[in-house]
């Protein structure tokens, strides 16, 4: 006897619909919060629904995206929140808040947020609202979600910048209180900004002497480190936590080093200015300057960083010895939140606004004692 199988077709049962998951109420909710507390809940509910999503497993990537991008903006969203409520103490601190019986610790525990939790929300905030958006464009040409750990390394380089800006305002606060009790504004300052009257013999190819005495009066190493302003050295009207940036050319660099530790600063690091232009030297005729750079403490790093080395036509060449005004001004964008009763300038060649000037060419009345 022959037995025929009858051929059978597979049938794969249809995918069940998934069940849709409506959140625009809650992303409208979330555009009006403010308070930590009101975006804290929106977040959770938004964790909920997409906990429950991703579990059941009838939802694509593209089905799951609205809900994962609210989120990454609510954590966002609560981090600016509570930025604003610990301003003063940068993203990640928990130090009291000014004017405030209320510390930030005490905040979290009436959220229920855990300080890791509240430190990563903080730093994923610093993030300025057009990359986060980016972002987003990003992750959907990859056809991937956004978490958590890929807004924090995009976010990294603004909270770092952020930490800098809110210890400089720190850094700040503690100078001006300082100096509030000292006349003239003299100190302590946090930036101490100078070029020193060095004495030192300079050559040409003719053998003739070019000496910084026929412009200015000059002063020895000892002379530096002693002198006085309104009855204190340079050592006294720096804070404890401070930085130093001193011109010396290249054949007195050593010397410098030597003055800036005599003063109770350590060197780190330098930067040149390129003058465009030979001038006079005993073995290279020099073409550039140093402006070395020394620390007292830990201050914090600058805000914004430059190139080591000056050049172009904004970087002019004065009178005698003077330096080019835009170094000045790199120095403030270094560190935005001094004023002149933070930051000075000693041996200056004049007044400038917003700094405290100090030397023989400042004004009379701040000639050295």
């Known amino acids: 006897m022959i037995v025929r199988w009858k051929k059978t077709q597979l049938v794969v049962p249809k995918r069940k619909p998934a069940p849709p998951i409506k959140i625009a109420p809650l992303q409208r909710a979330l555009e009006a919060a403010v308070d930590p507390a009101e975006i804290k809940e929106i977040a959770a509910q938004l964790d909920a629904f997409e906990s429950y999503m991703h579990d059941c497993g009838l939802y694509s990537i593209e089905d799951m995206r609205p809900i994962n991008e609210t989120r990454m903006r609510a954590r966002w969203k609560l981090g600016r929140a509570l930025a604003l409520v610990a301003r003063h103490a940068g993203p990640g601190r928990g130090k009291k808040m000014s004017g405030s019986p209320t510390s930030f610790r005490a905040l979290l525990a009436e959220l229920g947020l855990k300080k890791d939790a509240a430190v990563e929300a903080q730093r994923i905030g610093t993030l300025p609202e057009e990359k986060l958006t980016k972002a987003f464009e990003q992750w959907r040409a990859r056809s991937d ?54 004495v030192f013999e300079t050559h040409t190819p003719e053998m003739t002497h070019r000496m910084p005495d026929d412009h200015y009066p000059t002063l020895s190493d000892n ?137 023989y060419e400042a004004t009379a009345s701040h000639r050295a004692a």
């Open 223 to 359: 002379e530096i480190v002693a002198v006085r302003f309104f009855g204190r050295t340079i050592r006294q009207l720096a804070a404890d936590v401070s930085v130093m940036l001193m011109w010396c050319t290249s054949s007195n660099m050593l010397r410098a080093c030597s003055v800036m530790e005599r003063l109770g600063f350590t060197y780190k690091t330098h930067a040149v200015w390129d003058k465009q232009k030979i001038g006079t030297g005993k073995i290279f005729r020099n073409q550039h300057e140093m402006l070395l750079y020394g620390s007292r403490g830990d201050p914090p790093m600058p805000v914004e960083q430059h190139s080591s080395v000056f050049s172009g036509e904004k970087f002019e060449r004065g009178r005698h010895s003077a330096k080019p005004d835009e170094v000045r001004r790199i120095i403030e964008r270094m560190y935005p939140a001094f004023d002149e009763s933070t930051r000075v300038e000693i041996f200056a060649r004049g007044q400038i606004p917003g700094w405290t000037c100090l030397g």
């Open 145 to 198: 979600l956004l978490h958590y750990s890929d807004l924090l390394l995009i976010a990294k380089p603004y909270w770092h910048q952020e930490l800098r800006r809110a210890t400089h305002e720190r850094v700040k606060a503690e100078g001006e209180a300082a100096s509030a009790s000292q006349p003239q504004h003299l100190g302590p300052f946090p930036l101490i900004y100078l070029d020193p009257p060095w």
